[in-house]
């Protein structure tokens, strides 16, 4: 029996075969040279040039009245934006410009990843290190506003100014009567439809919105196209679509007294009851049929990537960057849009990011300055270039040819004529983590009527919290 | 005695055979499906899943284009740099502070060592939401935010690290320990000397492990650092999931680069792994 | 001659304690300091924080004392979330360890597909969870996924395994055993790598089978790895997170709601950081508990 014997402590160096050795460092140094190859190179090319930009003859911003002398002083302004494309071109691309023009006024960009925005924001807040400008989504504004974390903005902007807006994009960004973000852009939903798959079912989906599809009529067209293999509609983002087709079984010209306007309406004005409102009969027998689709196949249950498209799903119910994915990605598929279904109402949801202001900013005038040059008619003109989708301001809407054709001139119809912003909350991060929950209980084949009840119950403790703590 | 042919090995080689195959299958595909997705148009990514065929672990029409985006124009090498720098520091720094504070808790006997002992594993129990906020005001406080050193500085103090290597050096018998110590060793060249190169598999062990950890860390990157040019890669792969969208070629080409250091530091950590003969000075 | 440990394990007898602990200190000066400074200070500000009730977003503090505690103990949501966090560490060591073992056994040096096995079963461990989410999430679909496509093959009906809730939380367990199982395995690696090729042959010269060499050297000389890798799969097992948040958002009907999920929820979505904190420290006493346990029952002599 061999004795292992002790060599001063030292155990024997390990002796692998020679020729494991030699192949294994190649495959290493190989490899690790690739990479180094890789990074190094893409470090050398990663300067990406930028797109000119067309300085203005005028200012972007009138700096005179309330924001005078912003921009006199060396400022670092700090920006949470979100991460990713096309901000991270896009809004890179305004800033060069903006320090260009305001060259003592350094802008900080942070960019976030999107389902992280909200939880660094109260991070970064509870550290005392709050950004001065916050890029965060409309219905955010409220809950912010409400916590007073954001500062009101119409003191800095002339009347004249705020016109050009949308009014849906101004009442998004109201809350208690004050305006606190500026939208740099819109956002509504159409039914983007495969031409096999209806072509071969023998349907032709509508194409005007006096045409419009109900949501039962749509439910047996999309019945029709639903194969073993293949989903008839495939609902992206989920609970963000779902909550503005649920609300379309209400009325908006209903006495407002009457389940059919509280199921439009989503809450009461003074944001204080939601019970009622999220589970008016009206929304629970919508939300029935949405479970009979889940039931029958008709949708998904669990998310596919880029379903419609590649033909796993027949059609998409998604926004202008739908369309943008589909001439972009996938360019071999023919397909058409219908406007959005409804209910009893023609109705969808509206609105998109917008730019806010720290309440504890410590320069407002800086912060303000940027928030309007990003969404003055220049900012969005020049942001139309990297994100395709309806401005936010009337005036630059209209630069535009391409909201006269299909498939945006639907887009342009549906907004100006049957589009209302999502329901403000001030504790929009808890409704809408909830309403997740709810969504995905009901596709799991959970009781309708008992969980959209529970559902405005939590919403409505949670409700009533935040109205005891806050006056 | 050659028990090659008996029926009992026989049944053993191909259950074992069998097991192989299994694993390899399990555990392999997934990553083929991976690397040959990032080689894939958009297009036909998703399109060769569903119905199963050789076309989804196999580009059929292969191309760079996912890489050449992530590279050229979303600057992902200097990601890949970043990433490499932090973990690459945090390894270091984990292994040596580690080593040094598990060899005291493991030969050492110290009144209250235990206590300590007890103290450094509660500190790993914690959740990180609840403790987030106050490191973030700590790193703040010593001015590390925005700094490469806020990515690592906190971690490489680990009760991972230092339990791990306490019961890797609680396996080595402590003959050679105390032959050294009659020699004269002081505790340092002990451990230098005699310790260290007796538990090398636990080391790279430890290495590995930590790299991994700091190759995957995406919470903490994002509180501590808001500059965009020191970010590193799980924050890269993260932001091709907008609000709007996701751009999965570029998702899958920077995953499948992502893997590769981690890969070749386990190939190369590979030579530690060999069962050599021990050597203790035991006697039959 | 004995087979199995005739070595003495533990601390050198020091010539006195106090150079023992002048040793001590000196080697864990800076390991403390850094210990100090970046994990007790932290976790020492969230046991406070648990007294509060305390709101990120308008940083208002109100003292509480041992109310958030008190709600604790009666919160539905809260006691649930423990149910299943419970549940999930239970399915997932049971089955991780023992199978990190078998793949461990596998992957020894001395046997000659053992890298091609190493290789292939620490991929999964170093593929970004995102990638895993979203194959796996695709896996399971009833309608285009593989894993129902073979069931139907053989005339079974075709299972919904994220969205039907007795089936989530398995479904999920197994994505994350896959995932590190390669992790534990290559603890045991290590462990394995300990244990002198002598003891083996000293058994084989006693007669002992394959079986028999395994329960009776390698079980008995990996109980030290056992053990850690148990406190490390628990620890791990309460703290999941990540994969709760991208794949299940702790549904459906709350099946996957583990601890920390909810956790996050009330301290980032409801704004309760405070209660939150006290639900962590919680959490944390629970996990002592269970490594108490561990350390009582695999003390290693």
């Known amino acids: 029996m061999p004795k292992p014997t002790a060599r001063n402590g030292k155990r024997s160096a390990p002796q692998p075969h020679a020729t494991d050795q030699i192949s294994r460092r190649r495959l290493l140094r190989n490899s690790i040279g690739a990479f180094l190859g890789f990074g190094i190179s893409g470090y050398l090319l990663s300067d990406g040039s930028q797109p000119t930009v067309h300085a203005a003859t005028a200012p972007w911003v009138d700096t005179t009245g309330p924001l ?404 | 005695m050659n028990s090659a042919h008996t029926p009992e090995s026989i049944l053993r080689r191909v259950g074992l055979a069998l097991a192989v195959l299994v694993i390899v299958l399990v555990f392999l595909a997934p990553y083929e499906w991976l690397v040959a997705s990032a080689f894939k148009p958009y297009a036909d990514i998703f399109s060769g899943v569903f119905s199963l065929s050789v076309w989804t672990f196999v580009p059929r029409r292969p191309t760079l284009v996912n890489f050449i985006a992530v590279f050229r124009d979303q600057a992902f090498g200097r990601y890949v740099f970043n990433s490499l720098l932090v973990a690459g520091a945090q390894v270091v720094g984990t292994v040596l502070v580690s080593t040094v504070a598990a060899f005291v808790l493991a030969r050492v006997r110290f009144p209250g060592r235990n206590l300590v002992f007890g103290l450094v594993l509660v500190m790993l129990l914690i959740p990180f939401d609840a403790i987030v906020i106050p490191l973030f005001t700590t790193v703040r406080t010593l001015h590390l935010q925005d700094t490469y050193w806020g990515f690592f500085l906190p971690w490489i103090f680990s009760p991972f690290g230092i339990f791990f290597l306490k019961q890797v050096f609680e396996e080595l018998p402590t003959e050679l320990d105390e032959a050294a110590i009659m020699d004269g060793a002081s505790p340092l060249r002990v451990l230098t000397h005699v310790v260290v190169p007796n538990v090398l598999p636990g080391l790279a062990t430890l290495a590995l492990f930590t790299f991994l950890f700091a190759w995957d860390a995406f919470y903490w990157p994002l509180v501590v650092m808001s500059d965009d040019t020191k970010q590193l890669i799980t924050v890269f792969i993260a932001k091709q999931t907008t609000s709007q969208t996701q751009f999965w070629g570029n998702l899958f080409a920077a995953s499948a680069v992502a893997t590769i250091p981690v890969i070749a530091l386990f190939v190369w950590l590979q030579r530690y792994y060999v069962r050599g003969i021990m050597t203790t000075g035991l006697k039959d | 001659m004995p087979v199995g440990p005739a070595r003495r394990k533990g601390a050198w007898p020091s010539p006195s304690s106090r150079r023992a602990l002048l040793t001590a200190g000196a080697f864990l000066a800076v390991p403390l300091a850094g210990l100090l400074i970046f994990r007790v200070g932290t976790i020492a500000q969230a046991a406070a924080n648990s007294l509060y009730q305390y709101d990120l977003l308008s940083g208002q503090r109100v003292f509480t004392g041992a109310g958030n505690y008190l709600r604790a103990v009666h919160d539905a949501g809260f006691l649930q979330s423990l149910s299943v966090t419970f549940q999930y560490a239970a399915m997932k060591i049971g089955v991780q360890i023992p199978l990190a073992l078998a793949i461990a056994l596998l992957m020894q040096k001395s046997w000659r597909w053992a890298s091609v096995v190493r290789t292939a079963v620490y991929l999964p461990v170093v593929t970004p969870f995102v990638v895993v989410a979203t194959l796996w999430a695709l896996m399971y679909n009833p309608t285009i996924g593989i894993i129902d496509a073979l069931l139907r093959k053989v005339h079974v009906a075709p299972l919904n395994f994220l969205i039907d809730p007795r089936l989530a939380l398995p479904s999920l367990t197994a994505v994350t055993i896959w995932k590190d199982l390669g992790f534990t395995a290559l603890i045991f690696l290590a462990g394995l790598q300990g244990i002198p090729q002598g003891y083996y042959e000293a058994a084989q010269v006693d007669g002992a089978g394959h079986w028999r060499q395994f329960w009776s050297v390698t079980l008995p000389l990996l109980k030290r790895f056992t053990l850690f890798s148990l406190v490390i799969a628990t620890i791990n097992a309460f703290q999941v997170y990540t994969p709760v948040y991208v794949m299940t958002q702790g549904g459906p009907l709350a099946r996957t709601e583990v601890a920390t999920y909810y956790m996050y929820e009330r301290a980032f979505l409801f704004y309760q950081m405070g209660y939150a904190s006290a639900l962590a420290i919680i959490v944390l006493l629970i996990i002592l508990g269970l490594s108490a346990v561990y350390f009582r029952l695999l003390r290693p002599e």
């Open chain 1, 68 to 471: 005078e002398g912003a921009g006199r002083e060396p400022v670092t302004l700090r920006f949470l934006d979100e991460a990713g494309s096309p901000w991270d071109e896009g809004h890179e691309a305004m800033i060069t410009e903006f320090q260009r023009q305001y060259p003592s006024i350094k802008v900080q960009r942070n960019a976030m990843p999107f389902t992280e925005l909200y939880r660094q924001i109260q991070t970064q807040v509870a550290a005392s290190e709050p950004p001065d400008v916050l890029y965060i989504d409309g219905p955010a504004v409220a809950s912010f506003a409400a916590e007073n974390v954001l500062l009101p903005l119409n003191p800095y902007i002339p009347a004249d100014d705020l016109h050009d807006f949308y009014p849906s994009s101004l009442e998004e960004a109201t809350w208690g009567g004050k305006l606190y973000g500026l939208a740099s852009e819109q956002s509504v939903p159409l039914l983007y439809y495969r031409l096999d798959a209806f072509e071969a079912a023998g349907i032709k989906p509508p194409d005007s919105l006096a045409t419009a599809w109900t949501w039962p009529q749509a439910f047996e067209a999309l019945k029709k196209v639903t194969k073993p293999d293949r989903y008839g509609l495939d609902l992206i983002s989920g609970q963000y679509l779902l909550a503005g087709c649920l609300r379309s079984a209400g009325d908006p010209k209903a006495p407002k007294t009457s389940s059919a306007y509280k199921a439009w309406a989503g809450i009461s004005p003074d944001g204080r009851t939601v019970v009622g409102y999220q589970d008016a009969p009206e929304v629970i027998r919508a939300m029935q049929l949405f479970q009979d689709m889940w039931k029958q196949n008709i949708m998904p249950s669990s998310p596919i990537p880029d379903a419609m498209p590649t033909g796993r799903a027949a059609a998409w119910l998604g926004a202008e960057w739908a369309e943008g994915k589909l001439v972009n990605k996938y360019a071999s598929v023919k397909w058409s849009v219908t406007p959005a279904p409804y209910f009893h109402s023609p109705f969808v949801h509206n609105g998109s990011l917008a730019f806010t202001v720290s309440a504890r900013t410590r320069h407002a005038k800086e912060a303000v300055l940027f928030a309007r040059w990003m969404t003055s008619r220049s900012g969005e003109r020049l942001w139309f270039q990297y994100n395709p989708q309806l401005p936010a301001r009337r005036s630059v809407a209209n630069t535009t040819d391409v909201y006269k054709r299909v498939p945006k001139s639907l887009d342009l119809q549906e907004f100006e004529r049957e589009s209302a912003p999502r329901i403000r909350i001030p504790i929009y991060t808890q409704y809408t983590a909830l309403l997740n929950q709810t969504i995905t209980n009901v596709s799991a084949g959970a009781d309708v009527k008992t969980e959209m009840t529970a559902f405005a119950s939590k919403v409505q403790t949670a409700l009533d919290d935040f109205w005891s703590t806050h006056k």
